[in-house]
């Protein structure tokens, strides 16, 4: 009778011992999702400003940049690519951006100002980028797709 209810004993505690062992998984994996999140924002604002970064610190880029805004023709093939590349560039943090907000790491209240902000670009005069998104749409993500074309079909589409 002893031996059986020590057995019992034993098992029971074998039982809270696994019991422990998955609330503590379960505790480290909580752990580690919300580590990976902090890391997955900070490099995505890490590019951010990089790109920021390279649109103040450089002069061609800048001038590049802002001459396409600006609406003026890119007579320099060489200016002309480089803004190219330079909006390309930021069409592909935004998809990311996106992306990352479709699965959650950004809060709706903070990411709604960004895509405000995006489609004001997006639709704006004179801006470059609705012409190379038309360029370029069909690289991105069917769904980032689907988000930008909305806005630029609001205006009258790619021409």
Same mark, same amino acid.
């Given at each position: 009778? &002893?031996? +059986?209810?020590? &057995?019992?004993?034993?098992?029971?505690?074998?039982?809270?011992?696994?019991?422990?062992?998955?609330?503590?998984?379960?505790?480290?994996?909580?752990?580690?999702?919300?580590?990976?999140?902090?890391?997955?924002?900070?490099?995505?604002? +890490?590019?951010?400003?990089?790109?920021?970064?390279?649109?103040?610190? +450089?002069? @061609?880029?800048?001038?590049? @940049?802002?001459?396409?805004?600006?609406?003026?023709?890119? +007579? &320099?093939?060489?200016?002309?690519?480089?803004?190219?590349?330079?909006?390309?560039?930021?069409?592909?943090? %935004?998809?990311?951006?996106? @992306?990352?907000?479709?699965?959650?790491? @950004?809060?709706?209240?903070?990411?709604?100002?960004?895509?405000?902000?995006?489609?004001?670009?997006?639709?704006?005069?004179?801006?470059?980028?609705?012409?190379?998104? #038309?360029?370029?749409?069909?690289?991105?993500?069917?769904?980032?797709?689907?988000?930008?074309?909305? %806005?630029?079909?609001?205006?009258?589409? #790619?021409?």
């Amino acid at each position: 009778m &002893n031996l +059986d209810k020590l &057995n019992q004993f034993l098992t029971l505690l074998a039982n809270l011992g696994v019991i422990a062992g998955i609330v503590f998984l379960a505790m480290e994996v909580q752990q580690n999702t919300s580590m990976m999140e902090a890391q997955t924002r900070d490099a995505m604002t +890490d590019k951010l400003i990089n790109w920021q970064l390279s649109l103040g610190t +450089d002069l @061609y880029t800048s001038q590049t @940049y802002v001459t396409g805004n600006a609406g003026e023709l890119l +007579d &320099n093939s060489a200016q002309a690519n480089s803004y190219l590349m330079l909006i390309s560039s930021n069409l592909r943090i %935004w998809e990311n951006e996106w @992306y990352q907000y479709s699965k959650g790491l @950004y809060e709706e209240d903070e990411f709604i100002p960004r895509i405000n902000r995006w489609k004001g670009v997006m639709q704006g005069e004179g801006t470059g980028y609705r012409r190379i998104w #038309c360029l370029r749409k069909d690289s991105f993500s069917t769904d980032f797709q689907s988000v930008i074309d909305s %806005w630029v079909q609001d205006i009258g589409g #790619c021409e």
